[in-house]
């Protein structure tokens, strides 16, 4: 059913709420960020808010969820684009799409993984699925080359650490998800490796020491490729 003339302006008005807040995040930051700021910009009062969103918290709850959601978006179609390919073009076509995202997108990917927000509380049962989300692209295209062979695993990653293990079973159960510990650990190190190169840029402290950034991250990508096992092509 569509929604009525009311429901539409009230989704309008959420969405207007939270472009303001965005707004505020990329000019002052976290600190800048309150429904009195907002309430103002937008020539309302600070108790009209309320009728959109209960408080800060649950504003911010769901910036996070939307930014979650958008990045699993630009990796997902960035996987699906390349699925005729190998694992290994599919992980440097979701790697390029994912660093794209967050220069096209700093507030909301500062957002996720920059500083927290002093008073934020993050209801995590909420916001963790809508994390993960993108994160179980890569552990898929690694979990699906490691089925058709394409990846020779080095010995160290093998037999992980039972501490690791067990931590990557449980991420498993929660998702629903039946992927072998080895393609969760590939994913983790994967991410861990690209979000440090994609944050240094986003705060201009590596383009000092690499001028091209382009080529570094290009590099950078067919060095993982080649460092977590995949077979050269034919």
Sequence with gaps: MQPDRRDRRRLETR??????????????GA????LRAIAKRMGMTAP??????????DLITALILDAFTRLAEAVETADADAASRGGAERLAAVA????????????????LYGSPIPT?????????PAAR?????????????IERGEIALPAEYQQLPPEIDRALDALTGVEGHDLPPQALYLAAISWARLHGHI??????????????????????????????G???TE
């Design 120 to 128: 934020y509380e993050q209801p995590t049962d909420t916001t963790y």
């Design 199 to 228: 944050m240094l840029e986003l705060f201009h402290l590596i383009q000092p020491v690499i001028g091209d950034v382009d080529a570094l991250f290009a590099h950078e990508v067919g060095a993982l490729i080649r460092q977590v």
């Design 31 to 34: 600190a800048g960020l309150s």
């Design 96 to 111: 390029h799409a994912w660093r794209r995202w967050a220069l096209d997108h700093p507030t909301d990917f500062q957002l």
């Design 48 to 57: 009209g808010l309320y009728h959109y969103f209960g408080s800060i918290n």
């Design 15 to 28: 969405e207007e709420i939270k472009d303001t807040a965005r707004a505020l995040l990329a000019e002052q």
């Design 133 to 145: 989300r993108s994160f179980l692209v890569t552990a898929n295209i690694f979990a699906q080359a």
């Design 230 to 232: 995949f077979t050269p």
